[in-house]
């Protein structure tokens, strides 16, 4: 099956960068559409950005250029580049994949686990 796995979240101060990845594994033949998404605790899971298999892009109001979702399909990743972060932008930061596993014979759509990103003030 496929596999999403989150990295480089991380304590920073306001106004700081930090920069998300998200790698597919598990005999991923294609990633088509792909989202990062964000919950604060005790609030819904939001959309923050999109990329579609061509590389169009999607921004919430909020993060909108602040934030730059982009993509390696060589390597399966996807990345958030996150600056001017604010203390808003505290969250637990979701990748979110439409993948076909090399073995299936439709996409589906596959979660991470989530990587904290927390802004201090």
């Known amino acids: 099956q496929v596999q999403l796995v989150e990295s480089g979240g991380g304590l920073v101060q306001a106004g700081g960068s930090l920069r998300l990845s998200c790698a597919a594994s598990g005999s991923v033949l294609r990633i088509n559409a792909v989202g990062w998404h964000r919950q604060a605790p005790g609030k819904q899971r939001e959309l923050v950005a999109t990329?579609?298999?061509?590389?169009?892009?999607n921004y919430a109001d909020s993060v909108k250029g602040r934030f730059t979702i982009s993509r390696d399909n060589a390597k399966n990743t996807v990345y958030l580049q996150m600056n001017s972060l604010k203390p808003e932008d505290t969250a637990v930061y979701y990748c979110n994949a439409d993948a076909k596993y090399i073995y299936s014979s439709r996409s589906r759509d596959y979660w991470g686990q989530g990587t904290q990103v927390t802004v201090s003030s």
């Open positions: 990329i579609s298999s061509g590389g169009s892009t």
